[in-house]
């Protein structure tokens, strides 16, 4: 059998992932809701840059924001400080008559 075309092993600049800074999880009660609602949030890094993604908080308490968002098509987490979050509003889909 002739070998598949394409990409094997780590996906391209995947390899180059440098995670941001991110809180402890937290220990008390944690918000988890059934969907979870789109925002921007301001990740800052190790070098002392700071980078804002498009996500989705998928857990919150009242001070820290479990943020989730895709990068290097892969989806990320951490835990941040709730300032560095903003929402985000989400375009209704359109559908299409057949």
């Given at each position: 059998?002739?070998?598949?075309?394409?990409?094997?092993?780590?996906?391209?600049?995947?390899?180059?992932?440098?995670?941001?800074?991110?809180?402890?999880?937290?220990?008390?009660?944690?918000?988890?809701?059934?969907?979870?609602?789109?925002?921007?949030?301001?990740?800052?890094?190790?070098?002392?840059?700071?980078?804002?993604?498009k996500g989705f908080a998928m857990a919150w308490t009242g001070t820290m924001v479990l943020a989730q968002w895709i990068e290097y098509s892969r989806a990320r987490e951490a835990w941040v400080d709730a300032a560095q979050c903003r929402r985000r509003t989400l375009e209704p889909r359109t559908t299409h008559a057949a």
């Open positions: 059998m002739a070998e598949r075309p394409g990409w094997h092993g780590i996906p391209p600049s995947a390899d180059r992932y440098v995670p941001p800074l991110q809180l402890d999880a937290p220990r008390g009660a944690v918000t988890e809701p059934p969907s979870s609602p789109a925002l921007w949030v301001d990740l800052d890094y190790p070098d002392g840059s700071r980078r804002t993604a």
